[in-house]
């Protein structure tokens, strides 16, 4: 179906999704666990710049990824003094851009699962001796699971599809940061290979379709998602 | 064992409070719906704070004198309105859930006496969801009194069934309260229930 080229871009594409979504998994948890949970000022203004990124021009977040991470910027230099370590050109790179990009998303389903968990289960595990932090490992979290994978399938494929973010950070390059949308693309440019556009294209289309159906076959498995689908 | 409730609080335009001494055996807070029964036994349980009061049972103090136990270590076991079991967890990791965390010198009852006690052993493999009001009542006793609890609140343990099964939780809350002796502080707004059950009834009317 694809040729070996093809199939290393999946494969880095694969790659980059993956530790894109396992890297913002701890604080996209965090974030929709304190959003759904705690009222406090500025609460508004954080959910505002979870959102951020959903709403900014990609190119602009990547501009500003570079800014932070390039050699000159703040974060950037840290990461050289410290760990000689750059994404700049990097797939780690293009991972950080896709996590970015991928964090609203994924925040926004694993908050919906967390309001869906009745709080007063966690109230009764009280009662029978669970301390808050043993409740919420055997009550809250696994109600809450099912949302949190769908949250991890949908921002994973949010992070293969991940295009403008991506270019203006880390650049095309071939076998580095050239994920499926860059290499799509850069065949556009060439006359003559419409064929490896269209089967890319069809790959890309058949990962979004079953990672948003899987994420919603998962989303409905939550309790609460299970009686709204009932009624 | 005495009980030594005295508290206030204030939600929006109501003051819930309330003020009683009651010793053992089933002590009936009765009132009508809306009284604030079930935020006092909340209260109670440590799932409410009072603006102001002491709760006291026995020598404990659980509430009051700058103290205030969190709820698991209160050893005041709850039988919700709702049962509220666990969805998640089949009947038996439902039972065992507070059996489980409870240090061995305050248990005193094992999950073989307390399917006897209660008559479910057939239902331990179950999950909540698929159980009838009357068995998922029974469930959300044995899980409270398998936690060992020192006291039992119950919030209107028959208000969702038929009136068949509310005899027979009826029969198993008399037996608590004679054979197992443990202290209950029970919210109904139903006479009759409270006439049959009651050793003591305090009037709650907001």
Known sequence: MLTSAEWSIVALSLKVGGAAVLAALPLAFALAWVLARYRFPGRLLLDGLVHLPLVLPPVVTGWLLLLAFGPLGPAGRWLESWFGLSLMFRWTGAALAAAIMALPLMVRAMRLSIEAVDRRFEGAARTLGASSWHAFWTISLPLAFPGVLAALVLGFARSIGEFGATISFVSNIPGETRTLPLAIYSALQIPGSETMVTRLALFSVALSLGAVVLSEWLARRTPAGRQQHDD | ?206
């Open chain 2, 1 to 206: 064992m005495t009980i030594d409730i005295d508290v206030a609080k204030r939600r929006g335009e109501r003051l819930i409070s309330a003020r009683f001494t009651a010793g053992p055996g089933l002590t009936a807070l009765f009132g009508p719906s809306g009284a604030g029964k079930t935020s006092l036994l909340d209260m109670v349980a440590g799932l409410l704070r009072p603006d102001r009061g002491h709760i006291r049972i026995g020598a404990r103090t659980l509430f009051g004198d700058g103290i205030d136990l969190p709820p698991e270590a209160r050893r005041v076991g709850y039988v919700f309105q709702d049962g509220r079991l666990f969805p998640h967890r089949r009947v038996r990791a439902n039972l065992l859930y507070g059996q489980r965390i409870a240090p061995p010198t305050s248990r005193w009852m094992t999950l073989e006496e307390a399917t006897s006690f209660l008559g479910i052993g057939h239902l331990l493999d179950r999950w909540p969801g698929s159980l009838s009001g009357g068995e998922a009542q029974r469930i959300a006793i044995g899980r409270a009194l398998l936690a060992g609890p020192e006291i039992l609140l119950m919030d209107e343990p028959l208000s969702s069934l038929d009136a068949a099964r509310r005899g027979d939780i009826m029969t198993v809350i008399e037996r608590i309260r004679d054979e197992l002796k443990l202290p209950i502080l029970y919210v109904s707004h139903d006479r009759d229930e409270v006439d049959r059950l009651a050793t003591k009834v305090i009037a709650v009317d907001g």
